[in-house]
């Protein structure tokens, strides 16, 4: 039986790195929500974290899930 190449492996480590990559950053996503719902206690405080939070952490999803998961296709 062959060895597989190093090549052949590169897929598998992608798609393994994929599946990493989408459970990390829906943690993130995840804590991002909980922060301001259970750890800040003001509601113009937790409305100002996530004006600020939210939307650079969704700008960072969609561009990682876009590339990673776009490449896929290709």
Known sequence: MARKSRADKIPRRQE?????????????????LFVPFF???????SKEWLQSALPAVTGLL???FGFYFGQRNN
Do not use: E, H, K
């Open 16 to 32: 393994r790195t994929r599946g990493y990559l989408a459970i990390a950053l829906t943690v993130i996503f995840a804590g991002v």
């Open 39 to 45: 750890v800040i206690d003001r509601w113009a405080d």
């Open 62 to 64: 969609g561009s990682a």
